[in-house]
């Protein structure tokens, strides 16, 4: 039998370059030798963007298409939405009353997620009831599956650190050792950051989204931070202080194309518009098929849903088989 799977990622539209290099090309490697789950989190979603739901629909098909379009393949992952496998909300229930409430107050994610609503205005700037639940949901999205790995980015760990303790006081409670202790799993990918150095993010508008165009890429591209001591195309360059272009080449050039590249920009051979000229071909290259992919599930809409409603089905299944258990080991009728 295969070790399990479990990750999800909120349904926040189109995907940028962060999220592929950073977490989903690592859910595509794990799909041959793991049994994996892998939900658009739309609950999540809800627990700070409740009264903006106009886009929801259509942010869960964009999210799916780009993962579609990045390898992910629905013959070997299971790929489902959080609400159409109500069981999460069944488990949720039963979490939450074995959960110490310092436990969810403490959680460093939660907290920044807190102090950022705090600091916006108008309506949503509370922390509500749902929010402060939002780690333990997690826990019960992981938990359902009964899930060995956790692959996500550094951020998300805290979270699974918590669904550990969360799963070792149910066993200790129910005097089982049903639930498995969840182990979070980065990758070694280095983080790509956005345009002006940044971290990458849609809000701050320096990303490069998946579903980009060649085009809009290479443009882009352009606006991406150099060496900012350099004036003239000949002064020699410093590719350690290329801020942003050079890190690229860095993700995206071969080994000897970097090296070429740092050589002719110290010897002052490279303008910085030339260079990021044929990092822009260098990037198109890369993303070619799964754009073509993209393309190909933004013209067959349909396809998606398929995919989204079978999945949500055999997660369901699997989640019908442990919450069997949970009620059984919590002595429910
Ligand atoms: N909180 C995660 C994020 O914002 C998304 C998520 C929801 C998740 N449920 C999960 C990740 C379960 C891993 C496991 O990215
Ligand atoms: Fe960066 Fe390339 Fe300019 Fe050198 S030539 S500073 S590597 S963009």
Redesign the pocket.
Known sequence: MKQRI?????PTGKLHLGHYLG?IDNWVKLQDDYDCFY?V?DW?ALTTKYDKTENLRQDILDVVMDWLACGINPDKSTLYV?SLVPETAELHIYLSMITPQNWVERDP?LKDMAKILKSKEGMGTQVNYGLMG??V???A??LLFN?DF????I??VA??EL?RDIARRFNYVYNTDFFKE?QPKLNNCSLICGLDGNKMGKSFNNDIKISDTEEVTAKKIMTAITDRSRIRKDDPGHPDECEVAYKYWKIFGGENEIEQVATECKAGARGCADCKRKLGAKINERMAEIRKRRKYYEEHPEIVETIIKDGSEKARIEAQKTLAKVRELVKMY
Not at 150 to 153: D, H, I, L, Q, W
């Open positions: 479990m990750s999800g990622m909120r977490v939900q989190a999540h959080q994610t939002y780690p949901l997690m826990t999205d992981i899930a956790v692959p996500v980015g951020d998300q979270h699974v669904s969840p």
